[in-house]
C-alpha cells in the first residue's frame, strides 16, 4: 500500500508534488491559508508523512493526530513553527532546507536595505501617484549605503551570504551572536558594540526562547539615530511597537521588514507598514521560482528518504 503525505497547500511551487504522486497517496489540504489546529489533525489522521509550512502551527496537540507520522518536513530554514522536541518524542524526524535559500533570502535582505536607506518606497510612490512635481536637489535624500557599516545579528548562511553582498558596496560588515569568529568578511563583536556602531542592522537569527524581542526599546536606543534596521528572519525577534516608537520619535532612520508577529496581516490602516520610511513586504524573503522549487524538492527528497528507510538529508539540527 501507498504511504500517504498530508500537504498543508493545494498547489506548490516547482515539480516535487508531482513526484511524490508518484511514490505517495497525496492528501492536499484545498485552502490556501494555514489550517486551524483540528484541521491539521484531521489531515493527519493517517499520513506518514507531513509537508507543511513554518507558519502552519505544529504543536504536541496536533501531533498526537499523527499516530502513523514518521517525517514532518518543511520546506523552509526555519523551524519555529513546529514543536520539535514533541515531533521528537513521538519518533518523528523534523527536516527543514538549509543550503538552498540563502543567496535568495539575502539578495531580498539587500533590497530592503537599499530601499530603506534610500527611501525608494516613498519615492516611487510620489511618482505613482502623481506627486513629482519638483526638481528640487533637495528632495528625494536617503542615506549611503555604500560605505556605512553593517552589523549582522546572526552569522549563519544567510548573514555570510549578506556579508558577501556588502563587501561589494564597499562596506564594513561585523556580526554577532553567532559562534563563528572574525573571517575575511566581518568581525565577532558584542551585541552593544554592534548595535552602537552599525549604520544598518539587518537581522539573521532564528527565533527561539532567547531570540524572541531580542531587539527592544533598550537596543533601539542603542542605535544611531541615522541607523536602517532590517529583519528578514521572524517577525518575533524584534518589538514591533518598540519600533514603531523609535521611529516615530525620530530615534531610527528607516526599517526594511518582510516577516511580522502576525502573518499573513493587512498593511491598511497599519501605523507601522504605513510608516513613511518602513519598506514592508509579505515574507517574500526565498520566493523566486528557482528558490522555492529547490526546497520543495528538498523537502520531498527528505519525505521519500524516510519513508524508505534512509536517513533524512537536511534533518533539522
Ligand atoms: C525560511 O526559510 O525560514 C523562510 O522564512 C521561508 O519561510
Given at each position: 500500500m501507498a504511504p500517504i503525505v498530508a500537504v498543508t497547500r493545494p498547489t506548490l511551487p516547482g515539480t516535487g508534488l508531482e513526484r511524490l504522486g508518484q511514490f505517495a497517496e497525496v492528501r492536499l489540504w484545498p485552502d490556501d491559508v494555514n489550517p486551524t489546529p483540528d484541521q491539521l489533525r484531521d489531515l493527519l489522521t493517517?499520513?506518514?508523512a507531513l509537508l507543511c509550512q513554518n507558519s502552519d502551527r505544529v504543536d504536541a496537540a496536533v501531533l498526537e493526530?499523527?499516530?502513523?507520522?514518521?517525517v514532518l518536513a518543511l520546506?523552509?530554514?526555519?523551524?519555529?513553527?513546529?514543536?520539535v522536541a514533541a515531533a521528537r518524542a513521538r519518533g518523528i524526524i523534523v527536516t527543514n532546507t538549509p543550503g538552498v535559500l540563502h543567496e535568495t533570502t539575502a539578495d531580498l535582505a539587500f533590497a530592503l536595505i537599499l530601499m530603506a536607506r534610500r527611501g525608494l518606497l516613498a519615492a516611487a510612490d510620489r511618482l505613482r501617484t502623481g506627486r513629482w512635481t519638483e526638481t528640487r536637489l533637495d528632495a528625494y535624500l536617503g542615506l549611503d549605503v555604500t560605505g556605512a557599516s553593517l552589523g549582522l545579528i546572526g552569522y549563519g548562511e544567510i548573514g555570510q551570504a549578506v556579508a558577501r553582498r556588502a563587501v561589494g558596496f564597499g562596506m564594513t560588515v561585523q556580526h554577532t551572536?553567532?559562534?563563528?569568529?572574525?573571517?575575511a568578511l566581518s568581525r565577532a563583536v558584542s551585541l552593544d558594540k554592534l548595535l552602537s556602531t552599525s549604520d544598518v542592522v539587518s537581522l539573521h537569527v532564528p527565533l527561539t526562547e532567547q531570540t524572541r524581542?531580542?531587539?527592544g526599546a533598550a537596543e533601539l536606543a542603542s542605535m544611531k539615530p541615522t541607523a536602517t534596521l532590517v529583519n528578514t528572519?521572524?517577525?518575533?525577534?524584534?518589538d514591533e511597537s518598540a519600533l514603531l516608537a523609535a521611529l516615530r520619535a525620530g530615534r531610527l532612520h528607516s526599517a526594511g521588514l518582510d516577516v511580522f508577529d502576525r502573518e499573513p496581516r493587512n498593511g491598511v490602516g497599519d501605523p507601522l507598514l504605513e510608516h513613511e520610511r518602513v519598506v514592508a513586504l509579505p515574507h517574500v524573503g526565498s520566493a523566486t521560482e528557482a528558490t522555492r522549487a529547490r526546497m520543495i524538492d528538498l523537502a520531498v527528497d527528505n519525505i521519500i528518504a524516510v519513508l524508505n528507510d534512509k536517513p533524512p538529508l537536511t534533518p533539522v539540527p
Amino acid at each position: 500500500m501507498a504511504p500517504i503525505v498530508a500537504v498543508t497547500r493545494p498547489t506548490l511551487p516547482g515539480t516535487g508534488l508531482e513526484r511524490l504522486g508518484q511514490f505517495a497517496e497525496v492528501r492536499l489540504w484545498p485552502d490556501d491559508v494555514n489550517p486551524t489546529p483540528d484541521q491539521l489533525r484531521d489531515l493527519l489522521t493517517g499520513a506518514d508523512a507531513l509537508l507543511c509550512q513554518n507558519s502552519d502551527r505544529v504543536d504536541a496537540a496536533v501531533l498526537e493526530a499523527g499516530e502513523r507520522l514518521r517525517v514532518l518536513a518543511l520546506p523552509s530554514a526555519g523551524y519555529d513553527g513546529t514543536d520539535v522536541a514533541a515531533a521528537r518524542a513521538r519518533g518523528i524526524i523534523v527536516t527543514n532546507t538549509p543550503g538552498v535559500l540563502h543567496e535568495t533570502t539575502a539578495d531580498l535582505a539587500f533590497a530592503l536595505i537599499l530601499m530603506a536607506r534610500r527611501g525608494l518606497l516613498a519615492a516611487a510612490d510620489r511618482l505613482r501617484t502623481g506627486r513629482w512635481t519638483e526638481t528640487r536637489l533637495d528632495a528625494y535624500l536617503g542615506l549611503d549605503v555604500t560605505g556605512a557599516s553593517l552589523g549582522l545579528i546572526g552569522y549563519g548562511e544567510i548573514g555570510q551570504a549578506v556579508a558577501r553582498r556588502a563587501v561589494g558596496f564597499g562596506m564594513t560588515v561585523q556580526h554577532t551572536l553567532s559562534r563563528k569568529p572574525d573571517d575575511a568578511l566581518s568581525r565577532a563583536v558584542s551585541l552593544d558594540k554592534l548595535l552602537s556602531t552599525s549604520d544598518v542592522v539587518s537581522l539573521h537569527v532564528p527565533l527561539t526562547e532567547q531570540t524572541r524581542h531580542l531587539i527592544g526599546a533598550a537596543e533601539l536606543a542603542s542605535m544611531k539615530p541615522t541607523a536602517t534596521l532590517v529583519n528578514t528572519a521572524r517577525g518575533g525577534v524584534l518589538d514591533e511597537s518598540a519600533l514603531l516608537a523609535a521611529l516615530r520619535a525620530g530615534r531610527l532612520h528607516s526599517a526594511g521588514l518582510d516577516v511580522f508577529d502576525r502573518e499573513p496581516r493587512n498593511g491598511v490602516g497599519d501605523p507601522l507598514l504605513e510608516h513613511e520610511r518602513v519598506v514592508a513586504l509579505p515574507h517574500v524573503g526565498s520566493a523566486t521560482e528557482a528558490t522555492r522549487a529547490r526546497m520543495i524538492d528538498l523537502a520531498v527528497d527528505n519525505i521519500i528518504a524516510v519513508l524508505n528507510d534512509k536517513p533524512p538529508l537536511t534533518p533539522v539540527p
